[in-house]
């Protein structure tokens, strides 16, 4: 799988847009991109995943570029329950079930 | 529904005692992972199971560290001789196993072992 880089930390005023960066210029055509969360004390959870094109759920969008060698989360409205630990993960189409590559991900600290 | 569950939530150990770590699975998934959490630190894989086929062991640390897993349901991580270094969050999480395309996986809230 692709390695990623992401910066250590963020800060962002609740009620603003977060956008977290996520570099993987190695990523190759079949890798997609995946994010996770990790709120302090609990497990990670899935918020959305993408190929090429933008993404949008109910809990972010991924806006991911045209040569694909970097992306961006974005929660449109951040909360104070926002705040944890963002991870960018690049993983190969066709890996299944097979577990996950952690980083060391963006701790995002949301400031009322 | 319920999600995935670990018991126990905490754990303080004495170095070279044994110490099992439980795990129940979301009902009907037959992908169950483990994952060590160092503090300030990101997951480190450990473990795979996917149904009845021989789970995937690469991560484990030494040989120390087991796991078994009961048909598709509960699974339990052993640490045999425990050392101070295996203190950690022990992270349990399972998926939907059918298919290729990648099925979300699911996380327990984690056991927080302490060896002192």
């Known amino acids: 799988d692709a390695k990623t880089t992401q910066p250590p930390s963020m800060d962002c005023a609740e009620g603003r847009a977060a956008n977290l960066p996520c570099n993987h210029s190695?990523?190759?055509?079949?890798?997609?991109v995946y994010w996770y969360r990790q709120i302090h004390s609990q497990g990670p959870q899935y918020i959305i995943h993408g190929l090429k094109n933008n993404e949008t759920n109910e809990m972010a969008s991924l806006i991911i570029t045209e040569d694909r060698k970097s992306s961006t989360l974005i929660l449109p409205h951040a909360t104070l329950r926002d705040t944890a630990v963002y991870y960018c993960i690049v993983r190969l189409l066709y890996s299944g079930n097979t577990p996950l590559v952690f980083g060391k991900g963006t701790r995002l600290s949301v400031i009322a | 529904g319920a999600g995935v569950s670990q018991s126990p939530s905490n754990k303080v150990t004495e170095k070279g005692k044994d110490v099992e770590l439980r795990c129940d699975p979301i009902s009907g998934h037959t992908a169950l992972y483990w994952y060590r959490q160092r503090l300030g630190q990101g997951l480190e894989f450990l473990i795979y199971?996917?149904?009845?086929?021989?789970p995937d062991k690469s991560g484990l640390p030494s040989d120390r560290f087991s796991a078994e897993r009961t048909g598709e349901s509960v699974s339990t991580l052993t640490i045999q001789r425990t050392q101070q270094e295996d203190s950690a969050v022990y992270l349990c999480?399972?998926?939907w196993g059918f298919g290729e395309t990648y099925n979300e996986q699911f996380f327990g809230p984690g056991t927080r072992l302490t060896v002192l």
């Open positions: 190695t990523i190759s055509g079949n890798e997609y």
């Open positions: 199971f996917q149904g009845n086929s021989a």
């Open positions: 999480a399972s998926s």
